[in-house]
């Protein structure tokens, strides 16, 4: 079966991430003229050093911000063997996370509010390792499901299980190209495992 793979839409942010970069690139360019002109003082080579620093500056978070927005890489793959999270562009796709399905036991799919965001809500899906996490995710109150969406908990005050799954709990991206039900099914059709939906009681 081919793989599943989700990917976020380009964002007006990452545009204007790319138009600030490239407008500093300029004006680092245009330090390095205005410290020639100045002829060889102590004046024009601190411009021209400044002018080489933001070059090399502004141009690596140009190509940074242009290669995330041209490469389409996936945020999260579905395929036969598990789910993966590709690492972002440019380190290499590999260099991702990877959980096979003999560690998923169920899927659970979350919400909470969120400062920001259109609706003020954001959607997740967590891959539960164990039994446990799974009866936890469909009994508890949803306000002590939070936790399993907050990256910065210590362990310590996580759970038994949960630190897992909460390295496996994926925000559902405003820009991905499939919706929250269509990876799902998509998950379902690789590995039948049962799904609790936790986002509306």
């Known amino acids: 079966m081919e793989p599943f793979a989700v990917r976020a839409r380009p964002t007006w942010r990452a545009a204007a991430q790319a138009v600030s970069c490239l407008i500093l690139l300029l004006a680092s360019a245009g330090f390095i003229t205005g410290g020639v002109l100045r002829g060889f003082g102590l004046g024009g080579a601190v411009f021209a050093v400044l002018g080489a620093l933001g070059i090399v500056l502004f141009g690596a978070g140009l190509a940074v911000a242009l290669g995330r927005m041209l490469s389409r890489r996936p945020v999260l793959v579905v395929d036969d063997a598990g789910v993966r999270r590709p690492a972002r562009w440019p380190l290499p796709a590999a260099r991702g996370a990877v959980l096979a399905w003999s560690g998923v036991t169920a899927v659970g799919a979350l919400r909470r509010g969120v400062d920001g965001t259109r609706k003020g809500r954001q959607d997740f ?14 009994t508890a109150e949803r306000n002590r499901l939070v936790v399993l969406t ?3 908990v210590p362990a310590d005050r996580l759970p038994e299980g949960a630190a897992e799954a909460l390295r496996w709990c994926v925000p559902v ?9 269509e990876l799902v099914r998509e998950i379902r059709r690789r590995h039948a495992v049962p799904v609790v939906d936790r986002r509306t009681k």
């Open 125 to 138: 899906v967590v891959f539960l390792p164990t039994e446990a996490m799974m009866d936890m995710v469909r």
């Open 150 to 152: 907050l990256p910065d």
């Open 173 to 181: 991206g405003p820009r991905w190209d499939a919706t929250l039900p």
